[in-house]
Nanobody
Framework: QVQLVESGGGLVQPGGSLRLSCAGSGFTFSSYAMSWYRQAPGKERELVAF????????NYADFVKGRFTISRDNAKNTGYLQMNSLKPDDTAVYYC????????WGQGTQVIVSS
């Protein structure tokens, strides 16, 4: 069965950093592009970042450009989202997803940015 498991969330002060991980199993991880989304309370889920299957192409939402870095290690079947210079508006549940497969979502990991 396909599984995506996020980890690495937590409580951090404004200006701090976190690295989120997304461990995939039950499918050929290296064959798929992946993305990160987030959803804040009362808000729509929004795309944060994208990375191609090989890691050769990356893209970011405007609100995280220059602060977040998406990466992957296909040998470990794991994707990452490095988040720096965090702001209170970054508070959300963060999800990873396999691009092109509507059912391939992780369970999410909570990020809270607060003083």
């Amino acid at each position: 069965q396909v599984q995506l498991v996020e980890s690495g969330g937590g409580l951090v002060q404004p200006g701090g950093s976190l690295r989120l991980s997304c461990a995939g199993s039950g499918f050929t991880f290296s064959s798929y592009a992946m993305s990160w989304y987030r959803q804040a309370p009362g808000k729509e889920r929004e795309l944060v970042a994208f990375i191609s299957s090989t890691g050769g192409s990356r893209n970011y939402a405007d609100f995280v450009k220059g602060r977040f870095t998406i990466s992957r290690d296909n040998a470990k079947n794991t994707g990452y989202l490095q988040m720096n210079s965090l702001k209170p508006d970054d508070t959300a549940v963060y999800y990873c997803k396999v691009v092109g497969r509507s059912s391939y979502w992780g369970q999410g990991t909570q990020v809270i940015v607060s003083s």
